[in-house]
T-cell receptor, first 113, second 113 residues
Framework: AQSVSQHNHHVILSEAASLELGCNYSYGGTVNLFWYVQYPGQHLQLLLKYFSGDPLVKGIKGFEAEFIKSKFSFNLRKPSVQWSDTAEYFCAAAENTGNQFYFGTGTSLTVIP | DGGITQSPKYLFRKEGQNVTLSCEQNLNHDAMYWYRQDPGQGLRLIYYSQIVNDFQKGDIAEGYSVSREKKESFPLTVTSAQKNPTAFYLC????????????FGPGTRLTVL
């Protein structure tokens, strides 16, 4: 079965610092990739997604992610974080021809003002 | 106001009792999903349904049952056979059954005493 790994479990940053959260997936075929965010007390919501085309995808709130096929990676980045970015971030992958999503274990980000 | 509703937000049950969690969506989505979220384990798929009167087991279906009698409703029953039912349960829906964006409800936290 496919799996998704997020190696950073807890990240603490000061405001204006740059962010990169790692995500690796195990499936060798074509995959659709997603980053979801769960702000405190809110629903899980989509940050960005990659299906095909330009491997650098931009999402909401200044986030972007880069798909690197050779590394099976889809890392999330933001040049300058804000206190409001404090949340839990989940990477997810779904086989292009499948129906199931596979989520990583999540990364808890705390931004200190 | 479109979206996914889950009720109740918090649920307490005694060990050995079955309990049903509600999930309703008014997004006219074909696909619906149930996930379990445990600390440090991310989201794990319990069941999913691509169409009314049809559903498929996910990775951790043992001890759970579902029904899909209406497009907008996908209730999950946690049976007494589920060995560790205390968890946070998330319902999601998707426009199609393929690997595209899923939209999540607010979740139900079930505690079995």
């Amino acid at each position: 079965a496919q799996s998704v790994s997020q190696h950073n479990h807890h990240v603490i940053l000061s405001e204006a610092a740059s962010l990169e959260l790692g995500c690796n997936y195990s499936y060798g075929g074509t995959v659709n990739l997603f980053w979801y965010v769960q702000y405190p007390g809110q629903h899980l919501q989509l940050l960005l997604k990659y299906f095909s085309g330009d491997p650098l995808v931009k999402g909401i709130k200044g986030f972007e992610a880069e798909f690197i096929k050779s590394k099976f990676s889809f890392n999330l980045r933001k040049p300058s974080v804000q206190w409001s970015d404090t949340a839990e971030y989940f990477c997810a992958a779904a086989e292009n021809t499948g129906n199931q999503f596979y989520f990583g274990t999540g990364t808890s980000l705390t931004v200190i003002p | 106001d479109g979206g996914i509703t889950q009720s109740p937000k918090y649920l307490f049950r005694k060990e050995g009792q079955n309990v049903t969690l509600s999930c309703e969506q008014n997004l006219n989505h074909d696909a619906m999903y149930w996930y379990r979220q445990d600390p440090g384990q991310g989201l794990r798929l319990i069941y999913y349904s691509q169409i009314v009167n049809d559903f498929q087991k996910g990775d951790i279906a043992e001890g759970y049952s579902v029904s899909r009698e209406k497009k907008e409703s996908f209730p999950l029953t946690v049976t007494s056979a589920q060995k560790n039912p205390t968890a946070f349960y998330l319902c999601a829906s998707g426009l199609t059954s393929g690997p595209d964006t899923q939209y999540f409800g607010p979740g139900t936290r079930l505690t079995v005493l």
